[in-house]
């Protein structure tokens, strides 16, 4: 929401930093600009489809006022490019359901709308905010795929932020593991999963069940609440539910420090933490 | 029927009427739930998946008979819930609890944690005086809350504390099986491992016996013995829970396992990946033969014809499917 300016103000600001875009820092760009960029570079997909489409228009209608806005179609052209990126995100029989209202598609369908209108101002950037809790397990596979289709068709920059981490380790290149607002640790996906440093991703991939693995497995549990986010604590934000918290983790925060090849984690003891599994035995 | 089932469900049919004009005209019929048959053993833990709609929830409301049933049998402990009505069902009804999905919407906001915990003992007259208090304490230690706790009311907690009352509610009563609908999905992953871990100790300290409803196939295998998997009304596979993954039989269910990506990149992108298309079928009109059978990635002529039955293929396997 940051990234695209859409954070509602007030009550929310940005406080401080940079969001880097194709080399300009869109928190510095004027208003008119970011409507260009939001519209035609970033889109985004967001939790509940129903909240972000018009109940009032027909699919069609609102897809084709998105492209002649975006692309600058003429109102022929765009009626017909609209069905054509229904049929791209999966919707059988696209013509005859594009005149239909979002209210008569049921919840994966009006998922692959919104993801029609996302596609419909060829963004170079996709930001899918968990697309996918709202829908059903196969539905979403198929949509996850579909982003990954246009990913490696159309070189589409994709953000997917999740909390299930099976949807990480199978779409994601990079992983950035946040909690309490702060990054917590950054790296390739592969490395996160089989070398974590920070305490947060370990206790995270120990406590999740697998299907893989055998079922009486006992399954790690990071203890206490979630952060309150009106009131972190001092030092790192997670040392309250840290096993390996030390006095100076609830004093001073941890920068990022580089744990490996693209590899960054903000804890004061992710030096020792190399082995996970030695790690899990130590408690 | 099994001599050693806690439950057991007998072409359980539940359907919901749809109605239409001024007179609310019965037009057509949900199907919810359309010939389901299963067994829970005592103290054992049967997991229900299926995607939304499929009547999972609708399966666990008629065995603790919530709903007038349309057609089969229920017998808990032996006994025929289907034809049982009024103050017997009543005290039938005391052994058997569920546990909701939202914390949020199942607690009354204006009632302490103490007397939301509470009311069902005092609803079955269970105690008496110093008693309840005692009670209330005994349960809020049982889900590791503190008895302190219990004058605070339901939007003080978290949401992870709210689903530790509810099942402190639910356990008041002193039940033996547990309907658990959906009892972790509104929570944060860090939250679920805790009330997983949480639901499986009480059920070891406690000798419960649970119907576990969830979407999430990992979670329904780690706590359940057996799993049963539902798609449009019926039941297209029960099997152990370890079976299951190493065995899936039937074509839906070895969709919805391969969609279940695996928390570690290396053994996922291993895996046979099956690609589902199309959208679960309206329950109102379901497809004739097998119900998969416009998604199926098996699917021969029969498969539209008729319906395949559930049958055991060995052990406690049991599979509905014309290819298995
Ligand atoms: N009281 C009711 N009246 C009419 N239809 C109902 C009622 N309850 C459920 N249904 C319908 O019956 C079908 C099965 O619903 P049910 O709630 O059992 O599904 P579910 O498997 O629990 O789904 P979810 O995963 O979304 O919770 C759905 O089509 C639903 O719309
Ligand atoms: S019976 Fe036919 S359609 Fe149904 S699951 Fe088996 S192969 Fe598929
Ligand atoms: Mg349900």
Request: aromatic letters at 6%; charged letters at 25%; a neutral charge.
């Amino acid at each position: 929401m940051s990234i695209m300016r859409l954070i509602p103000y007030p009550p929310g600001i940005i406080v401080g930093g940079e969001i880097i875009f194709k080399g300009r820092d869109l928190l510095k760009v004027t208003e008119e600009e970011i409507r260009h960029v939001r519209g035609s570079q970033i889109a985004m997909i967001f939790q509940e489809p129903t909240t972000s489409l018009n109940p009032v228009l027909t699919v069609k209608l609102q897809l084709a006022e998105s492209l002649m806005l975006h692309r600058g179609l003429d109102k022929q052209a765009a009626g017909e490019e609209a069905v054509k990126l229904l049929e791209i995100v999966g919707i059988p029989d696209a013509a005859r359901k594009a005149e239909g209202y979002p209210h008569q598609f049921s919840g994966g369908m009006q998922q692959r709308v919104m993801m029609a209108m996302a596609l419909s101002c060829n963004p170079e950037l996709l930001i899918a905010d968990e697309p996918t809790t709202s829908v059903d397990v196969t539905v979403q596979a198929q949509l996850l795929e579909l982003i990954d289709n246009l990913r490696s068709q159309f070189g589409t920059a994709v953000i997917l932020i999740t909390h299930n981490l099976g949807m990480v380790a199978r779409y994601v290149d990079r992983v950035n593991v946040m909690y309490a607002g702060r990054l917590m640790e950054t790296g390739p996906t592969d490395a996160i999963f089989a070398e974590p440093r920070h305490p947060y991703t370990i206790g995270l991939i120990a406590s999740v069940p697998r299907l893989d693995l055998p079922r009486k497995r006992k399954l790690f549990v990071i203890e206490g609440l979630p952060p309150n986010l009106a009131r972190l604590p001092q030092g790192c934000p997670f040392h309250p539910r840290c096993v390996y918290a030390l006095d100076r983790c609830r004093q001073e925060k941890p920068e990022l420090l580089e744990v490996g090849k693209n590899h960054y984690s903000a804890c004061f003891r992710s030096g020792e933490l190399g082995d996970k599994r030695g790690l899990m035995d130590e408690r | 029927m099994r001599d050693d089932a806690l439950v057991n469900v007998e072409n359980l049919v539940m359907y919901f009427p749809v109605t239409a004009g001024l007179m609310r005209r019965r037009v057509a019929d949900v199907k919810a739930v359309d010939g389901v048959s299963f067994y829970v053993r005592k103290g054992e833990t049967l997991g229900l998946v299926g995607e939304s709609g499929c009547g999972k929830t609708t399966t666990g409301r008629c065995i603790l008979r919530l709903y007038k049933i349309t057609a089969g049998n229920v017998y808990f402990k032996g006994k025929n819930l289907a034809e049982m009505g009024g103050k017997e069902l009543r005290s039938m009804r005391r052994h058997m609890q569920l546990i909701f999905q939202d914390p949020y919407a199942s607690l009354d906001p204006r009632m302490t944690a103490g007397d939301i915990i509470g009311e069902p003992l005092q609803v079955h007259n269970l105690v008496q005086g110093r008693e309840y208090q005692e009670q209330i304490d005994e349960l809020l230690r049982l889900v590791e809350l503190e008895p302190r706790m219990a004058v605070r009311y339901p939007h003080e907690f978290s949401g992870g504390q709210r689903q530790r009352i509810g099942i402190a509610r639910a356990l008041a009563v002193r039940p033996d099986f547990i309907v658990c609908d959906e009892p972790v999905s509104a929570l944060d992953v860090s939250i679920q491992t805790q009330v997983i871990t949480l639901l499986m100790r009480l059920r070891e300290e406690l000798k419960l016996t649970y119907l576990f409803i969830a979407h999430d196939l990992s979670v329904v295998r780690h706590i359940s013995d057996r799993v049963a998997v539902m798609y449009l009304g019926k039941i297209m596979e029960i099997t152990d829970s370890d079976e299951l993954y190493d065995n899936p039989l039937n074509p839906y269910t070895q969709a919805l396992l391969s969609a279940v990506p695996i928390p570690d990149p290396v053994v996922d992108r291993q895996r046979k990946r099956i690609l589902l298309t199309g959208d679960v079928p309206s329950p109102i009109n379901p497809p004739s033969g097998c119900h998969f059978n416009p998604r199926c990635h098996m699917v021969i002529d029969i498969c539209k014809e008729e319906e395949p039955e559930l049958r055991n293929i060995g052990g406690e396997h049991w599979v509905a499917c014309h290819r298995a």
